[in-house]
């Protein structure tokens, strides 16, 4: 037998407790229980249906949007694919689920009937501020002359956020609609701490892959080898190639010495295509290592770039600049420290290995070599990568020999100039000029404040702090031959230049000798 009744009132109206009994009566009229399993005749089909799929939908499928657009994105596009068709199915079996078990009338008191509802209506918000994400950076075309903030990347947040907080608390809604199952439906069966279970399991499960994921880009040294996937795939580019490329509609830029095609990418960068389409034939690498960004505002702030961000460059990798295939992370140590001013200083890095061919030089004598930079990072904090230029000049012999060749010229006298700097020669150290911004685990900070090692070439000891170069790399200056060319520069950017004018002074100089370059 089934009863049920309005608490605290005697009055006719919706009952909202309920219950079954069970009693057997033999022959001789003795009454004793009906030995039926209560529990049994407490089961709500529907009920239970509804749990084990919105379960299914939000803690496994949950995990799968989580998964498949944070943590999973060396296959970046077959993971979008499924995110986005994980996410409509995901949304379109909640509607139906819930509408099937749906009470909109809330005075019955019940906790997970009123966060069910909320959640409902959430979820559906959510899902389209999705929709929303990928409809804006796909149609919306992003070629404004400049912007502080694209709408596909504030977009692209909302629908961020707002995923997790439907993931959050669609896992409480499990957790509350397991209890009241289980306790107020079944009449307090013992499952019930199964809802607290399934919450604690789901945010343990986050909080693991959240802790790889921070763990690999704190500690992962993010290096491209240079035989790494789709070698085979790759050609030369020399800088007019890929300048020919660009002029013809290929979507190509250089990070470090690769060039990588952004065709497929652009509508799906999480920053928007703005970002990308402004460095269209550019070199991303300071922006994607977090040094600048290319508008300048308050309310934003270079962004470093997870080693996950790094998985996708890898798959988009299709030639490498041309006679910079070899170039490797190679280990440094500083055992030079010669200061410029009160907080720029010039410092010689010395190959741990010193038997290496590195391309290392103190003089380039090709002057496409101006403006080619090193990628240099510390062990201890790989996270954090920053670009210096080659600047020649500020070698010790190659500094002292340029002044006196410029002050002969200025007092128009002969100079015996030491032309054995103009050869060339390879070398296992390099000299890099560079200022120290005084920033908390700033890598200039790093370098100035690092030990310096017995003698250049020496292994130094355990404790001295080992920095990894590569390079040289990139492009250059890329100067033509012909017409005027106008320098904007500022701080430590001018050192860019000072080979420059080193190179012309030296040219010129042997010319008004009227004898040849060495």
Same mark, same amino acid.
């Given at each position: 037998?089934?009863?049920?009744?309005?608490?605290?009132?005697?009055?006719?109206?919706? =009952?909202? *407790?309920?219950?079954?009994?069970?009693?057997?009566?033999?022959?001789?009229?003795?009454?004793?229980?009906?030995?039926?399993?209560?529990?049994?005749?407490?089961?709500?089909?529907?009920?239970?249906?509804?749990?084990?799929?919105?379960?299914?939908?939000?803690?496994?499928?949950?995990?799968?949007?989580?998964?498949?657009?944070?943590?999973?994105?060396?296959?970046?596009? !077959?993971?979008?694919?499924? @995110?986005?068709?994980?996410?409509?199915?995901?949304?379109?079996?909640? %509607?139906?689920?819930?509408?099937?078990?749906?009470?909109?009338?809330? *005075?019955?008191? *019940?906790?997970?009937?009123?966060?069910?509802?909320?959640?409902?209506?959430?979820?559906?918000?959510?899902?389209?501020?999705?929709?929303?994400?990928?409809? #804006?950076?796909?149609?919306?075309?992003?070629?404004?002359?400049?912007? #502080?903030?694209?709408?596909?990347?504030?977009?692209?947040?909302?629908?961020?956020?707002?995923?997790?907080?439907?993931?959050?608390?669609?896992? %409480?809604?499990?957790?509350?609609?397991?209890? =009241?199952?289980?306790?107020?439906?079944?009449?307090?069966?013992?499952?019930?701490?199964?809802?607290?279970?399934?919450?604690?399991?789901?945010?343990?499960?986050?909080?693991?892959?959240?802790?790889?994921?921070?763990?690999?880009?704190?500690?992962?040294?993010?290096?491209?080898?240079?035989?790494? *996937?789709?070698?085979?795939?790759?050609?030369?580019?020399?800088?007019?190639?890929?300048? @020919?490329?660009?002029?013809?509609?290929?979507?190509?830029?250089?990070?470090?010495?690769?060039?990588?095609?952004?065709?497929?990418? %652009?509508?799906? =960068?999480?920053?928007?295509?703005?970002?990308?389409? @402004?460095?269209?034939?550019?070199?991303?690498?300071?922006?994607?290592?977090?040094?600048?960004?290319?508008?300048?505002?308050?309310?934003?702030?270079?962004?470093?770039?997870?080693?996950?961000?790094?998985?996708?460059?890898?798959?988009?990798?299709?030639?490498?600049?041309?006679?910079?295939?070899?170039?490797?992370?190679?280990?440094?140590?500083?055992?030079?420290?010669?200061?410029?001013?009160?907080?720029?200083?010039?410092?010689?890095?010395?190959?741990?290995?010193?038997?290496?061919?590195?391309?290392?030089?103190?003089?380039?004598?090709?002057?496409?070599?101006?403006?080619?930079?090193?990628? #240099?990072?510390?062990?201890?904090?790989?996270?954090?990568?920053?670009?210096?230029? %080659?600047? !020649?000049?500020?070698?010790?012999? #190659?500094?002292?020999?340029?002044?006196?060749?410029?002050?002969?010229?200025?007092?128009?006298?002969?100079?015996?100039?030491?032309?054995?700097?103009?050869?060339?020669?390879?070398?296992?150290?390099?000299?890099?000029?560079?200022?120290?911004?005084?920033?908390?685990?700033?890598?200039?900070?790093?370098?100035? !404040?690092?030990?310096?090692?017995?003698?250049?070439?020496?292994?130094?000891?355990?404790?001295?702090?080992?920095?990894?170069?590569?390079?040289?790399?990139?492009?250059?200056?890329?100067?033509?031959?012909?017409?005027?060319?106008?320098?904007?520069?500022?701080?430590?950017?001018?050192?860019?230049?000072?080979?420059?004018?080193? =190179?012309?002074?030296?040219?010129?100089?042997?010319?008004?000798?009227?004898?040849?370059?060495?």
């Amino acid at each position: 037998m089934s009863y049920a009744y309005k608490s605290g009132t005697a009055n006719f109206m919706k =009952h909202d *407790s309920r219950g079954v009994w069970s009693l057997a009566i033999d022959r001789g009229g003795v009454i004793s229980d009906g030995g039926l399993d209560v529990k049994e005749l407490l089961r709500n089909e529907d009920y239970e249906q509804h749990g084990l799929w919105m379960w299914g939908l939000w803690f496994v499928c949950g995990l799968g949007l989580l998964v498949t657009k944070r943590y999973v994105k060396k296959h970046w596009m !077959s993971m979008q694919m499924i @995110h986005s068709l994980l996410g409509m199915f995901v949304m379109i079996a909640t %509607i139906i689920f819930a509408m099937k078990v749906a009470d909109f009338d809330l *005075s019955d008191g *019940s906790f997970h009937n009123y966060l069910g509802t909320v959640f409902l209506f959430i979820s559906i918000l959510g899902s389209l501020t999705g929709f929303m994400a990928s409809s #804006v950076k796909k149609f919306y075309s992003g070629d404004k002359s400049w912007s #502080v903030q694209e709408k596909g990347e504030i977009v692209g947040k909302i629908h961020r956020y707002a995923g997790y907080i439907m993931l959050l608390l669609g896992n %409480i809604t499990l957790a509350t609609g397991i209890g =009241h199952y289980f306790n107020d439906i079944l009449a307090g069966d013992s499952r019930k701490s199964l809802g607290p279970l399934s919450l604690l399991t789901f945010v343990l499960l986050v909080a693991i892959f959240e802790t790889i994921y921070r763990l690999r880009n704190r500690y992962s040294l993010r290096q491209i080898k240079t035989d790494e *996937s789709q070698k085979s795939k790759r050609r030369n580019f020399t800088a007019e190639d890929l300048d @020919h490329a660009v002029q013809s509609g290929q979507k190509l830029c250089m990070y470090d010495n690769l060039v990588i095609d952004l065709a497929d990418y %652009i509508d799906l =960068h999480p920053g928007g295509k703005f970002n990308l389409k @402004h460095n269209i034939g550019r070199d991303i690498t300071k922006f994607f290592n977090g040094a600048y960004i290319l508008v300048n505002d308050k309310k934003n702030k270079p962004h470093t770039h997870s080693a996950a961000a790094l998985d996708i460059i890898k798959s988009m990798i299709i030639g490498v600049l041309d006679g910079q295939a070899h170039a490797s992370d190679e280990k440094f140590r500083i055992f030079d420290k010669r200061p410029v001013n009160s907080d720029t200083s010039t410092f010689t890095f010395a190959a741990v290995k010193a038997n290496q061919s590195l391309n290392l030089k103190s003089w380039y004598n090709d002057p496409s070599m101006i403006g080619r930079h090193f990628i #240099v990072y510390s062990d201890k904090a790989p996270q954090v990568k920053r670009q210096y230029t %080659i600047c !020649s000049a500020m070698n010790r012999n #190659v500094k002292t020999a340029l002044m006196e060749l410029a002050q002969s010229v200025t007092d128009k006298k002969d100079c015996d100039f030491d032309y054995k700097i103009m050869l060339g020669q390879d070398q296992t150290s390099i000299d890099l000029t560079l200022k120290n911004y005084t920033v908390k685990d700033g890598l200039a900070t790093r370098i100035h !404040s690092a030990p310096l090692s017995d003698k250049e070439g020496s292994t130094g000891k355990d404790s001295d702090e080992t920095f990894y170069i590569k390079g040289p790399m990139g492009a250059g200056l890329c100067m033509q031959q012909a017409g005027e060319h106008v320098a904007f520069c500022a701080g430590t950017g001018a050192l860019v230049f000072l080979d420059l004018v080193a =190179h012309l002074l030296v040219v010129n100089a042997f010319q008004a000798t009227g004898k040849g370059l060495p």
